[in-house]
């Protein structure tokens, strides 16, 4: 199994189009089984994509919440261009997308996860402390009960705040997302039996937390029984995900080089290969995130 997560900060990149027909190559050579998104934006002026379109891209629609209103595709979505793209290239992936906020004051932001296996079920939830759409703090998590060869598992696409952050903390976060994957992820449906729900939880996606700074979230995260597929690799390169400084780590003080996209596995499950890609070094800088691949 090959999992990708990037954090696309997608129509804000200059050269935009350019760098999506970039990655758009990178995943048709990667063939990737999962591949998790994050800043998956769309212009909130623009055209809603026609139905027909969507379904012709393996669009499907997420489950949603009590309170939360149905997601708009519009023509300029990031993962609908991108899964376009892909079946273009003769590579379909089924995909679902969630908008989360309003970023940059004009872009539906979320997030957005791919798969070329069947898809069972879709989930949502916030898990800031806001539900203001208009507050760019606002948080959710993605999901998609995947039938993978090995059974259905649970893939989650995050994407956290920031330790320090007074509003909306990570610690509080990270507590929430906790609480809803025991109650919901983790809870055998009518008819399933109890073992199919041990199964191993994935999340993917950047958790805004550098894995070099002791006594923060990567050590929460760690300490609250999740494994870090970069530690498990048998094969691995220097693992730096970010290169500051990039937005939202211009005041938090940004390094040379930061690890903070991840693949968690709530399971300890030994990985192949963890490698960085899109860095202008493995391939085109297609955002100020790298991408980061797992071979599982």
């Known amino acids: ?16 189009k350019e760098k999506l ?10 063939r990737p089984e999962i591949l998790a998104l994050q800043e998956v934006n769309q212009t909130v002026s623009a055209e809603p994509a026609p139905e027909i379109w969507l379904e012709e891209t393996g669009y499907l629609p997420c489950g949603r919440r009590e309170g939360m209103e149905p997601a708009i595709v519009r023509m300029d979505n990031h993962a609908f261009r991108l899964a376009w793209l892909l079946k273009e290239g003769g ?18 932001e979320g997030l957005a996860l791919f798969t070329v296996w069947p898809v069972e079920k879709t989930d949502q939830f916030f898990i800031s402390e806001s539900h203001d759409y208009q507050n760019w703090k606002t948080r959710r998590v993605l999901g ?3 039938l993978t060869p090995s059974g259905p598992r649970w893939f989650g696409c995050v994407h956290m705040g920031w330790w320090q952050d007074e509003e909306e903390p990570f610690r509080e ?6 609480a809803e994957l025991e109650k919901n992820w983790m809870k055998a449906e009518p008819g399933q039996e109890q073992e199919a729900v041990k199964s ?3 999340l993917m996606g950047d958790c805004n937390s550098r894995a070099d700074i002791r006594g923060e979230g990567y050590d929460l995260i760690c300490s609250s029984g999740w494994y870090d597929m970069y530690e498990m690799a048998r094969i691995k390169d220097q693992g730096d995900t970010a290169s500051g400084p990039i937005d939202g780590w211009k005041e938090e ?3 040379p080089g930061m690890r903070i996209d991840y693949v968690w596995c709530s399971e300890r499950v030994p990985a192949a290969v963890s490698r960085v890609i899109c860095n202008g070094i493995n391939g085109p800088l297609v955002s100020d995130h790298y991408g980061l691949v797992t071979e599982i």
Not at 2 to 16: A, Q
Not at 97 to 105: E, L, Q, R, S
Not at 173 to 178: E, F, G, S
């Open 253 to 255: 003080g940004s390094a």
């Open 1 to 16: 199994m090959k999992l990708i997560t990037l954090n696309t900060h997608s129509i804000v990149e200059p050269d935009y």
């Open 173 to 178: 976060q990270w507590a929430r997302l906790c």
């Open 21 to 30: 027909y970039s990655f758009s190559r990178v995943v048709l050579e990667e």
């Open 91 to 108: 590579y379909s992936m089924a995909w679902t997308w969630i908008p989360a906020k309003v970023g940059y004051g004009r872009y539906d």
């Open 200 to 202: 191993p939880i994935w």
């Open 144 to 146: 998609m009960n995947i």
